[in-house]
């Protein structure tokens, strides 16, 4: 593509659906720290992807809060509007457009052998799985491939994801000649990946059935100081990071060192001689205040709706300078008569 020129920036895309009522305190570590971090070396594109969240049973009403709710919680956690894009899916319809052309090209066989969609399906029955749910991963390469992202921050659970968009802009490029970036997958490192408090085995998700070891940004800071304090430790006694042998502990380390900055080793230091009672209390004293700044922060965003409209509409209007032109190029390459 044309916009392929030496000067511009590499660019960054991500998104976090908006299906809970709040983000959690993994989705902030292992992902909008860094979207942040990446907006000043990257032409960053974050945005809130509602048209997936519908693939799964959902309620129009709670979608459109928790789209709200996603945008402050992305700002408070330092997106920036004026150097990000930080738009709403369904408002850039090109998105949708182009993933028709992508369930097109998609094997039926290749899109079966896409895990989550077998997991998700599994979970409540193959024959109540919706459709969506199935191409779900043609949008989701829809969504990466109009922008031309050369980086796409994401957990270790969508890397199949992001395989397949590979295989998809490949699949193009060798079928009706060279129009996509091929994308590589930016996952997070071990150390920045948080688990559940209360089974430190699998890791933090809005979707564990008991939000007991889940720390919410939204969450009050007597909550957070008391998940904390109840979070699962391992048998021993000695304070120190070993993943297999000590689950628990290590996670809290990994929390600690996130939230104040210090290296694991640094925390483990300081800890040498004392007990996990005192690792537990006084992380959950740092980990309540800064929940507590964060919410007040969020709430403040949350408290204008009429400002985060606006954010969409200017964002929307960003994004859509460089999907309508893509979307032609691909529907012409792909054989449309185009609209004179
Ligand atoms: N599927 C991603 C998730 O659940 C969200 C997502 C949708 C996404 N489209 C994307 C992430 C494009 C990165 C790039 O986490």
Not at 58 to 70: H, K, N, Q, S
Not at 136 to 165: C, F, N, S, W
Request: a negative charge.
């Amino acid at each position: 593509m044309s916009d392929a020129s030496p000067s511009r920036r590499p660019r960054v895309l991500s998104g976090a659906q908006p299906t809970a009522d709040s983000y959690h305190l993994g989705n902030y570590f292992g992902a909008f720290r860094q979207w942040a971090a990446m907006q000043d070396e990257f032409e960053a594109f974050y945005f809130i992807p509602d048209l997936h969240a519908i693939t799964i049973d959902y309620d129009p009403a709670l979608l459109r809060e928790r789209t709200y709710i996603a945008a402050a919680q992305m700002l408070a956690s330092g997106v920036d509007p004026d150097r990000s894009i930080l738009f709403v899916q369904s408002q850039v319809p090109e998105h949708a457009q182009l993933a028709w052309v992508f369930n097109c090209l998609t094997g039926f066989g290749e899109a079966s052998r896409m895990t989550q969609f077998k997991d998700k399906s599994a979970k409540n029955g193959a024959e109540k799985a919706s459709v969506g749910l199935f191409t779900y991963p043609m949008l989701m390469a829809a969504d990466i491939l109009i922008y031309q992202a050369d980086k796409v921050p994401v957990g270790e659970d969508q890397r199949q994801h992001v395989e397949l968009t590979r295989n998809l802009a490949q699949r193009f490029n060798h079928r009706f000649g060279e129009t996509f970036t091929v994308p590589e997958a930016h996952i997070v490192k071990e150390t920045a990946k948080i688990y559940d408090l209360q089974d430190p085995t699998r890791k933090m998700s809005g979707s564990n059935a008991s939000h007991a070891g889940v720390v919410d940004l939204a969450d009050t800071p007597k909550q957070v100081a008391k998940k904390v304090r109840s979070a699962v430790t391992d048998s021993g006694s000695e304070i120190y990071f070993d993943r297999e042998a000590k689950p628990g502990v290590s996670n809290l380390l990994t929390i600690y060192s996130a939230v104040t900055g210090k290296t694991v080793e640094e925390v483990v230091a300081d800890y040498e001689g004392r007990q996990y009672g005192h690792l537990k209390v006084e992380l959950g004293d740092l980990l309540a205040d800064f929940v507590g700044g964060f919410s007040e922060r969020a709430q403040g965003y949350l408290d204008d709706r009429a400002e985060l409209d606006r954010i969409f509409a200017t964002s929307a209007e960003k994004a859509r300078e460089m999907t309508v032109p893509m979307l032609r190029t691909v529907y012409e390459r792909s054989g449309f008569v185009l609209p004179g």
